[in-house]
């Protein structure tokens, strides 16, 4: 049982209140110092702002903080039927029922609690699939690969599905954030020629053996795709058998933490093949001295994944080396360090500025604008969210029913 199951929140801010209006703006460029060759009994706090660590619930996990619900705010006029067409278009990718039309019980005066309604009626129905893997395939950039004769394109193309069939399963879960991202093990069996994220039947659950898989960042898709910073289909056909490490960095520092990194300043040069060392040795010895400064705080990142090899496969070792995840952040505070995929949710995934840039991710996909992350209302949420620990389920249905999106979309 995962912790979302245990401690599940429903978020609603202050009863129905409408969150501020977000700033369509690119989101802040900080970048994480990231140092690789991490002392591992290191226990700085990774982010100032992050929420305080709650009491423990007796099962040895940390109890969700309860959410201030407040007073009840007069929301805007709202267009009822702009607003049931705008969700279903986005979470269903199709036209709104009757279905929608009967969560409304105040027709011609919905009120917030009806607006929420209609989101998390749209959210339950199994056709939020088919918004929920058009999310995915925008937030991580998922290369398309209909055309799939080549049984490797074909083997990336299931990859690529079990990783859409993996959030929607998350998502209808309520996981936390961290089980989502680095802690769930669970997998899916279907057959890829009948996937149809709408539809349920052809899923089946199964795990990863020992153990090898911890969340979303370590399903095999995700790792080809972090490993590549040209097309996937290019990289996986290439016969290079060598990792790109930075690009597994820059992966993880734009994807989860939204933090930009920086263009390289000239020409790189290839990686020298050498035998007896592994990926990361390669690349220590091939940075110039301007070159360091960047790598030192990208590649480090990049040794997440140091367990899984450039087809997403798991190993313990790399040339007869053995491998050994290691990775230190710092994201204007004092940095954290730690091992593994694991521990990099329960103590970076759980961070404001981790909920900040899920909410980024979401708010693009919604209305195509990146979200400003130094703006005081959507930090206000992130911080709300991060405190309650609140399940995945909150990120659309807080954007769908916030002032910003109301306003833009819904409000005549």
């Not at 209909?146 to 394109?153: G, K, M, W």
């Not at 790109?244 to 520092?253: D, E, I, S, T």
């Not at 390669?282 to 001295?289: A, D, G, K």
């Not at 204007?332 to 593994?340: D, Q």
Request: proline fraction near 8%; glycine fraction near 8%.
């Amino acid at each position: 049982m995962t912790r979302a199951s245990m401690h599940r929140v429903r978020v609603w801010g202050a009863a129905g209140a409408l969150v501020g209006a977000v700033c369509a703006c690119e989101p802040q460029s900080h970048l994480l110092a990231v140092r690789a060759g991490v002392d591992a009994g290191a226990s700085e706090s990774f982010d100032a702002a992050s929420p305080s660590s709650p009491p423990a619930d007796g099962q040895g996990r940390e109890a969700r903080a309860p959410l201030d619900m407040g007073e009840p705010a007069t929301p805007p006029r709202v267009d009822e039927e702009a607003f049931i067409t705008q969700v279903a278009k986005l979470l269903w990718r199709g036209a709104p029922d009757a279905t929608l039309a009967e969560a409304v019980r105040n027709p011609g005066a919905a009120t917030p609690q009806d607006l929420e309604n209609v989101v998390r009626t749209a959210l339950r129905d199994e056709r939020s699939g088919r918004g929920l893997s058009a999310f995915t395939r925008e937030w991580l950039d998922l290369e398309p690969l209909e055309r799939s004769d080549d049984a490797t394109l074909s083997d990336v193309k299931m990859k690529s599905q079990e990783v859409q069939a993996f959030v929607i399963f998350a998502y209808r879960s309520q996981d936390a954030l961290d089980d989502f991202l680095a802690r769930r093990p669970t997998r899916f069996r279907f057959r890829p020629s009948a996937f149809d994220p709408g539809n349920f039947k052809d899923l089946r659950l199964g795990s990863y053996e020992d153990n090898t898989r911890s969340g979303l960042l370590s399903l095999p898709g995700v790792v080809v795709r972090a490993g590549s910073l040209q097309s996937v289909s290019q990289f996986i056909l290439s016969d290079e058998p060598l990792y790109n490490l930075p690009a597994r960095g820059v992966f993880v520092l734009e994807k989860v933490l939204c933090a930009k990194t920086p263009t390289p300043p000239g020409p790189t040069r290839p990686l020298v093949r050498t035998k007896g060392d592994t990926t990361v040795d390669r690349y220590r010895s091939l940075y110039e001295p301007e070159c360091l400064a960047c790598h030192k705080e990208i590649d480090g990142v990049g040794t997440l994944f140091e367990d899984y090899d450039r087809l997403g496969n798991h190993r313990t070792e790399e040339n007869g080396f053995p491998t050994l995840p290691r990775w230190t952040l710092t994201l204007e505070s004092p940095g954290v360090k730690g091992l593994g995929i694991e521990e990099f949710g329960t103590r970076v995934v759980t961070s404001v500025r981790a909920y900040q840039c899920h909410l980024a991710h979401w708010w693009k996909y919604l209305t195509g604008k990146p979200v400003d992350l130094e703006n005081p209302e959507q930090r206000a949420l992130a911080e709300e969210l991060a405190n309650a620990q609140a399940d995945v389920q909150e990120f659309p249905v807080r954007l769908l029913l916030s002032e910003a999106f109301l306003d833009r979309f819904v409000v005549p």
